[in-house]
């Protein structure tokens, strides 16, 4: 049964940091992309950053270039995403999806399987 465990999120204020991991079980982690997306109130999900398996490809909304890092760790079935510099506007519920198959993309419809997801909220 394939599992997508997102931790932490939590409340941060504006100019600061947070790193998000996705814990993954139940496939074979290091043969998948793994993308992270967000959701905000009254908003579509968004694809925030995704990561091929081989880590040779790597993706980010143009609103957290520079700003957000996304890596993995096969070995420990684990990806990240560092978040510095947050916004208010990066409060949203934060989704961690892999993708059950080969190949790389960074749009929702590529990935097949959700975690619960995490919030995250940005505010002073």
């Known amino acids: 049964q394939v599992q997508l465990v997102e931790s932490g999120g939590g409340l941060v204020q504006p100019g600061g940091s947070l790193r998000l991991s996705c814990a993954a079980s139940?496939?074979?982690?290091?043969?998948?992309?793994i993308g992270w997306f967000r959701q905000a109130p009254g908003k579509e999900r968004e694809a925030v950053s995704c990561i091929s398996s081989s880590v040779d490809s790597t993706d980010y909304v143009d609103s957290v270039k520079g700003r957000f890092t996304i890596s993995r760790d096969n070995a420990k079935n684990t990806v990240y995403l560092q978040m510095n510099s947050l916004k208010p506007e990066d409060t949203a519920v934060y989704y961690c999806?892999?993708?059950?198959?080969?190949?790389?993309?960074?749009?929702?419809?590529?990935?097949?399987?959700w975690g619960q997801g995490t919030q995250v909220t940005v505010s002073s």
């Open positions: 999806a892999a993708a059950g198959r080969t190949g790389y993309g960074c749009y929702e419809d590529f990935y097949d399987y």
């Open positions: 139940g496939f074979p982690f290091d043969y998948y992309p």
